[in-house]
């Protein structure tokens, strides 16, 4: 059964700072990975989609991976803002149906 | 355009009743997706509509739920006799294809007393 974990549960940096997020999982059988974005209180905003025989994709200030072969992706965000604070929560697709997600990383961003 | 729209937005309910959700999905979308936000438990799968086939309803966790998608278009989830532990934000995705990015509305939060 397919697991997916992030880590940190939660982050602080200051402003400006470059930060990666992390996220593994356990079966590398998959179609696709997604990164979303979630506020407190709303629904989920997609950020990136890494399709399976793709190694990284790129928007704006965001930077997303995928190895496949050893069960990790990472969201790299450069020069972080305030506004950069949510939730980020990493979602794979392994049967093109429902998405399992992760917990996600609760991310804070102090000016 | 308009993305995936829900309603309603909150629901507060008493222990026993039964409720509908709503979602209008992306004009367009084949796909539609149900899933289910507890606190401290993050999201899961509920049931997944493509285009004319059978649903899959692997992820509902009891027979008194239950959801139906009308014209390929508009979709409600049923609960039936609810229970305080389905207190929870529902929310609802389409894709225009079933591999491709789902974009999500804003979901309903239900609070069962």
């Known amino acids: 059964k397919q697991e997916v974990t992030q880590i940190p549960a939660a982050l602080s940096v200051p402003e400006g700072e470059n930060l990666v997020l992390n996220c593994s999982f356990t079966d590398s059988a998959i179609y696709n990975l997604q990164w979303f974005r979630q506020d407190p209180g709303k629904g989920l905003t997609s950020l990136l989609l890494?399709?399976?025989?793709?190694r990284e994709q790129t928007s704006g200030r965001l930077n997303a991976s995928l190895d496949k072969s050893s069960g990790r992706s990472t969201l790299y965000i450069a020069a972080s803002q305030p506004g950069d604070s949510a939730t980020y929560l990493c979602a794979l697709d392994q049967a093109g149906t429902a998405l399992i997600f992760g917990k996600g990383t609760t991310l804070s961003v102090s000016s | 355009g308009a993305g995936v729209s829900q309603s309603p937005s909150n629901k507060v309910t008493e222990k026993g009743k039964d409720v509908e959700l709503r979602c209008d999905p992306i004009s367009g979308h084949t796909a539609l997706y149900w899933y289910r936000q507890s606190l401290g438990q993050g999201l899961e799968f509920l049931i997944y509509f493509q285009g004319n086939s059978a649903p899959d309803k692997s992820g509902l966790p009891s027979d008194r739920f239950s959801a139906e998608r009308t014209g390929g278009s508009v979709s409600t989830l049923t609960i039936q006799r609810t229970q305080q532990e389905d207190s929870a934000v529902y929310l609802c995705?389409?894709?225009?294809?079933?591999?491709?990015?789902?974009?999500f509305g804003p979901g309903t939060r239900l609070t069962v007393l």
């Open positions: 890494i399709q399976s025989s793709q």
């Open positions: 995705a389409s894709s225009p294809q079933n591999t491709d990015t789902q974009y």
